[in-house]
């Protein structure tokens, strides 16, 4: 029963002010040169997961369509078709866990990806 009260007797914020509130911050930061950034977020699944962000924005390099999906069905298990491409932070992990199964579900994904693109004269895609 106390506990109901004590949420009763706290001072409420209407939302008008809480936007006022926030910008005035963002007016005093921008006047001070002060940069918004975001926190540095600290888990294993964050950090995973900007590494592969980080490898979406790499450069795309033109590899052989014919011998990537030759590459990939003998070696992909362990990564041998990213080896290929020079994605080698990639390759490592498909080689670090290639005893759980994850390089060969990842190579399905990879050959499911190439198959379907039109390569250029030459025969190569951009990868």
Do not use: C
């Not at 949420?7 to 936007?19: A, G, N, S």
């Not at 001070?32 to 699944?45: A, L, M, V």
């Amino acid at each position: 029963m106390a506990a109901k009260r004590k949420t009763r007797d706290k001072e409420e914020i209407r939302i008008e002010e809480f936007i006022a509130a926030e910008e005035e911050l963002d007016s005093l930061k921008k006047q001070y040169g002060i940069e918004d950034t975001p926190n540095q977020k600290k888990g294993f699944i964050h950090r995973v997961a900007s590494f592969f962000e980080r490898q979406s924005d790499r450069e795309k390099v033109a590899v052989n369509k014919k011998k990537y999906i030759i590459i990939a069905l003998l070696t992909g298990w362990f990564g041998g078709h990213r080896f290929y491409v020079k994605h080698y932070k990639v390759a490592f992990l498909y080689l670090l866990f290639f005893w759980i199964g994850l390089g060969l579900y990842n190579t399905i994904i990879d050959l499911m990806i190439v198959i379907p693109m039109q390569p250029d004269e030459n025969g190569n895609v951009l990868l």
